[in-house]
């Protein structure tokens, strides 16, 4: 059985139980705040993205295939004559195209906003990556800025190293996002 999470006074989740086996309490904690956070997101969701979702979710499964088999069968047999005892009500299968394309507006609608949704959470996740990794640059800066001046008290060299130089240079975010749009929109960098 996975750990449990419990929420603290800020609504963040804390772990409950100790760490899997294989897991440090740090990855079980940012595994159980990610579910903790899926699931709250879920229950935030409006009847109608649930309900597309839900949709989405049934017409891409194999009952959906299974079901669409049967009935689409059955209508085309009865309708080419091959089931005799019912009378053949669309020979020309008209209303079988035509409800077969207004089954696949609607189901094309549905999936469409199951896809904005997922998308908005894709934006979500990626804001959240991009910031954990300016944090990340910001500290890693600030760990090598302090490494030197330890090494600078134990007497250690570091003034040839020109790599070193750059890695104390704090990242400008705006910087390179403009870099980024600057060469994607030019398809070439500089």
Same mark, same amino acid.
């Given at each position: 059985?996975?750990?449990?999470?419990?929420? $603290?006074?800020?609504?963040? @989740?804390?772990? #409950?139980?100790?760490? &899997?086996?294989?897991?440090?309490?740090?990855?079980?904690?940012?595994?159980?705040?990610?579910? &903790?956070?899926?699931?709250?997101?879920? *229950?935030?969701?409006?009847?109608?993205?649930?309900?597309?979702?839900?949709?989405?979710?049934?017409?891409?499964?194999?009952?959906?295939?299974?079901?669409?088999?049967?009935?689409?069968?059955?209508?085309?047999?009865?309708?080419?004559? @091959?089931?005799?005892?019912?009378?053949?009500? $669309?020979?020309?299968?008209?209303?079988?195209?035509?409800?077969?394309?207004?089954?696949?507006?609607?189901?094309? #609608?549905?999936?469409?906003?199951?896809?904005?949704?997922?998308?908005?959470?894709?934006?979500?996740?990626?804001?959240?990556?991009?910031?954990?990794?300016?944090?990340?640059?910001?500290? #890693? #800066?600030?760990?090598?800025?302090?490494? *030197?001046?330890?090494?600078?008290?134990?007497?250690?060299?570091?003034?040839?190293?020109? *790599?070193?130089?750059?890695?104390?240079?704090?990242?400008?975010?705006?910087? @390179?996002?403009?870099?980024? *749009?600057?060469?994607?929109?030019?398809?070439?960098?500089?």
């Amino acid at each position: 059985m996975g750990p449990t999470a419990a929420p $603290d006074s800020k609504g963040y @989740v804390t772990p #409950t139980t100790p760490a &899997a086996e294989g897991l440090s309490p740090a990855l079980a904690r940012n595994i159980e705040a990610l579910v &903790a956070r899926r699931k709250r997101d879920a *229950e935030a969701a409006s009847l109608e993205q649930r309900m597309a979702a839900a949709i989405s979710s049934f017409a891409g499964s194999m009952m959906f295939v299974y079901i669409h088999l049967l009935i689409f069968g059955a209508w085309i047999a009865l309708n080419l004559g @091959v089931i005799t005892f019912i009378k053949p009500f $669309d020979p020309s299968l008209v209303i079988l195209a035509m409800f077969a394309s207004v089954e696949a507006i609607f189901l094309s #609608t549905f999936v469409l906003i199951n896809q904005n949704r997922m998308a908005a959470e894709d934006d979500a996740r990626a804001d959240l990556d991009l910031q954990v990794s300016l944090l990340n640059e910001h500290e #890693t #800066t600030k760990l090598i800025k302090l490494v *030197e001046e330890i090494a600078k008290r134990l007497d250690v060299d570091t003034k040839g190293d020109e *790599e070193l130089k750059e890695l104390k240079r704090d990242v400008a975010p705006e910087a @390179v996002l403009d870099k980024i *749009e600057e060469v994607g929109e030019r398809g070439t960098p500089s």
